[in-house]
């Protein structure tokens, strides 16, 4: 007699709203951005991270919309701001510590 395997997790059939994200980033030739985690997703990244993302609450209430659609290249031009803020920030820190233990 051939016996189930119970620690197997049944694979999860991807909800309607996690397959237009995905079609759409897809056929825009664009990104998934995680507007609360601040993090990029390729859309392939997103089909298998997506049971950890996405959340689906009572009466149908979902949270896809801090999920957009968005061009890497702009989001990379943008990361390199940040970067480039924190570093002058960071040397402005240094200076101050520098001088102080003058």
Same mark, same amino acid.
């Given at each position: ?19 237009? +994200? $995905?079609? =759409?980033?897809? &056929? ?12 990029? *997703?390729?859309? /392939? ?22 999920? +957009? $659609?968005? =061009?890497?290249? &702009? ?12 570093? *002058?920030?960071? /040397? ?11």
């Amino acid at each position: 007699m051939k016996r189930a395997n119970w620690r197997i997790k049944k694979e999860e059939v991807i909800p309607g709203a996690v397959k237009a +994200i $995905i079609m =759409d980033a897809i &056929l825009s030739n664009c990104w998934i951005f995680d507007l609360e985690g601040g993090k990029w *997703y390729t859309p /392939k990244d997103f089909e298998e991270a997506w049971p950890y993302l996405y959340k689906r609450g009572i009466r149908g209430m979902d949270n896809r919309k801090q999920f +957009i $659609i968005r =061009d890497p290249k &702009l989001g990379e031009e943008e990361e390199k701001k940040k970067l480039e803020s924190a570093i *002058y920030q960071y /040397k402005e820190f240094k200076k101050r510590v520098d001088a102080y233990f003058r």
